[in-house]
């Protein structure tokens, strides 16, 4: 008999049709906007791309459309290069240098604060090319090239000039430059502003592909480390920096609307991407060279609000975490310990058994999970044998907590469990931790393997205490 191997075919099957239905969709039915030509070179594009990728934080690529087709960063390079500022300088000295609140105006708008000549953040050109100016090096060759390898480690290989579209760029830009020599006027720019601008231009001008789009994103999305080399770009404090100010100006004065109905975190480009992410799970890349007013694709802002609302990924709508973090909540009662007694001592635990309460808490426990826990056990604490209305004195409980399927204790997590299990230690609760090799430190009366062995030493206390 043939059998059919479940592989990454099917896998890769249910993601990429998804994709390509929507690119399909875009394609046949969106021929609004006009492909930039502010930068000659960029006429060029045949205005019919179209593309779409995604890539997860495993590392897993999910493509349709032109998706090898090649573009230039433009706007794009904005996020990776304030990246890399922020990873030279620290987050103060560069806040000092560029802020970090959106303007609500257009990509090349002169938006400096008054006197200072600070420009307002890094995604419009003014604050893209103060970070520019920022990066360490000793000259602008050796600045581009710093640039040149944190964009390849971003996108996983190693990137390259489009030399035309530079050098369209370099004959046309005259408003970056006007931007840079205000800038300098000001003081707030340090260095030759022509050095300044060739190289933002040349970051601008490096050639990419929707794919790589995806990885870039897929980077910031999965903390600072590429998901596809597995090298660690920039951290998580750096990327989950940048992504905020992704989410507050990426999208410039359409940044408001786009959290609206996209959710994500996003840039664009003038050359018709846009990469957006979703944290901790996902990089978006999308291209197609048709804009709207505020510089934005058309076609890809349209396959990125349908991809968010498909695929659930708006960031404000997240749902409470699917699975319980509890999975088993008892008393001693049904323990298999209690049962092979001698009568007289399972008379006693049949009375008593309630005071020895039985938890089990699976899967990462952040601050949502833990807070869950706390309740759980608050309640199990109160639980009562069937019919009895008073506990017999001393008042003491058992509480045997079983965390062999906690796969991860976040830091917050731990800090609560910490505080509240020591409040219960000190009121007369004994509690019992289940966890092989004492992975994790908490604080407890004892200590188990496994579940029988703790509920056994609860019961025997028990015992002891009822005498
Ligand atoms: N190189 C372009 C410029 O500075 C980038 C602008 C953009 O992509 N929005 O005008």
Redesign the pocket.
């Known amino acids: 008999m043939k059998m059919t191997t479940l592989g990454h075919a099917p896998i890769g099957h249910v993601v990429t049709s998804t994709l390509q239905g929507i690119r399909n969709r875009v394609v046949a039915d969106d021929r609004s906007g006009s492909v930039a030509d502010y930068?000659p070179e960029l006429s060029l594009a045949n205005p019919d791309w179209c593309a779409v990728a995604l890539v997860s934080v495993e590392g897993h690529p999910y493509v349709a459309g032109d998706a090898a087709q090649p573009l230039t960063l433009?706007?794009i390079s904005k996020p990776f290069v304030y990246a890399l500022a922020l990873a030279d300088l620290g987050l103060e000295r560069v806040a000092s240098r560029v802020g970090s609140e959106p303007s609500g105006e257009a990509?090349?708008a002169i938006s400096l604060e008054p006197g200072t000549g600070r420009p307002a953040n890094p995604m419009i050109?003014a604050g893209a090319m103060m970070a520019t100016s920022l990066v360490r090096a000793s000259n602008a060759a050796e600045r581009f090239e710093r640039i040149r390898q944190c964009l390849s480690a971003f996108a996983g290989h190693s990137l390259s000039v489009d030399e035309a579209v530079f050098a369209s760029?370099m004959e046309t830009?005259d408003r970056?430059r006007a931007l840079a020599y205000l800038m300098r006027s000001a003081g707030a720019l340090q260095g030759s502003v022509n050095e300044c601008v060739e190289v933002?231009?040349r970051q601008?001008a490096v050639s990419v592909t929707t794919r790589d789009l995806a990885v870039m994103a897929a980077t910031l999305a999965n903390g600072g480390v590429n998901p596809v080399t597995g090298i660690d770009v920039v951290g998580d404090r750096i990327a989950g920096h940048v992504l905020s100010v992704m989410a507050t100006c990426g999208m410039y004065d359409f940044s408001g609307e786009w959290l609206l109905q996209v959710g994500l975190p996003a840039k664009?480009?003038?050359?018709g991407g846009i990469i957006a992410v979703s944290p901790g799970q996902f990089g978006i890349g999308v291209f197609g060279p048709r804009l709207d007013r505020h510089?934005n694709s058309v076609r890809g802002t349209n396959m990125l609000r349908e991809l968010s609302s498909r695929f659930d990924l708006h960031l404000m709508h997240r749902s409470p975490q699917s699975g319980p973090v509890v999975y088993r909540a008892t008393t001693a009662a049904a323990s298999p310990s209690h049962r092979t007694r001698p009568g007289e001592e399972r008379d006693a635990l049949q009375t008593d058994a309630g005071r020895i309460a039985i938890l089990a808490a699976q899967g990462e426990i952040e601050f949502a999970a833990a807070e869950r826990l706390l309740w759980t056990i608050e309640h199990s604490l109160e639980a009562r044998p069937e019919g009895r209305a008073l506990r017999p004195q001393p008042e003491a409980q058992w509480l045997v907590l079983d965390l062999r399927r906690v796969t991860r204790l976040h830091p917050a997590a731990t800090h609560m469990l910490d505080a509240h299990l020591t409040h219960l230690l000190a009121h007369d609760v004994f509690i019992a931790i289940v966890q092989p090799d004492e992975r994790l430190l908490l604080p407890a009366a004892g200590e188990f393997d496994n579940c029988d062995d703790a509920v056994a030493w609860c019961e025997d206390a028990l015992l002891v205490a009822r005498r």
């Open positions: 930068i433009q706007s990509f090349n050109n760029e830009g970056n933002y231009f601008c664009s480009g003038v050359s510089g």
